[in-house]
């Protein structure tokens, strides 16, 4: 009979260890898929779009302007590169005359090659533009440039006509140096100029990273 309870009792302490065992493996599995449900994809960051121009100018010390207007057709803008990777998502311009059909044209620097042509028309004067792109992914420390080809625009300067010391910062954007060459073809500019901007040319960026 004592065999009897003994196998009675292993029997009983059997049952309430699996019992235990199953309530505890409930219990892990609720907390867990409570953890799970409590536990969010975090939200991707978006970044507020800026725009440089105005920054460079004010960093550069170009406060005093001159309008020049049917002056001959030049290629002219500004080699920059940004500090974060990102993308431009719309182009800016404001001339001191009307034009149609102004030719924007943004550049590998190094490799001197075209990598986005937009046509822009400034139906107004004195007047800001924004023309949305197709977006337009630019590469973290990686020189790009951005010229028009126009015989109209602003002539930023210091007011002792003094030069600007580059590289100027403008918020994730870094400009190296204003370039300009006499033309009416879409062509890489040759010409370097540290005391003035000639403009206002410029765009949207916005961080993706």
Known sequence: ????EVFFTLRSLSLKSLCTIIILNSVFLITSCSKDDDEQVPEPIVYAEENP??????????????????????????AFYPNVKGKINAITIKLPDANPNLKITIWDYTAKTVLRTE??????????????????????DKKYMITMNSNDWYKRTKPDN????????????????????????????????????????????????
């Not at 107004?124 to 949305?132: S, V």
Request: no cysteine; hydrophobic share 40%; charged share 15%.
């Open 1 to 4: 009979m004592k065999h009897l």
């Open 53 to 78: 121009l105005n920054k460079y100018h004010e960093n550069a010390g170009f406060d005093t302007t001159t309008n020049f207007i049917n002056s001959g057709n030049y290629e002219f803008g500004l």
């Open 119 to 140: 046509m822009v028309n400034v139906s107004a004067a004195n007047t800001l533009m924004t023309k949305a792109i197709e977006e337009l992914a630019l590469e973290k």
């Open 162 to 209: 003094s030069d600007a010391v580059y590289p100027i910062t403008a918020g994730n954007i870094k400009f190296l140096e204003y370039r300009w060459m006499s033309t009416s073809a879409q062509a890489f500019p040759t010409n370097v100029s540290l005391n003035y901007n000639g403009g206002d040319l410029s765009f949207n960026f916005q961080q993706v990273d």
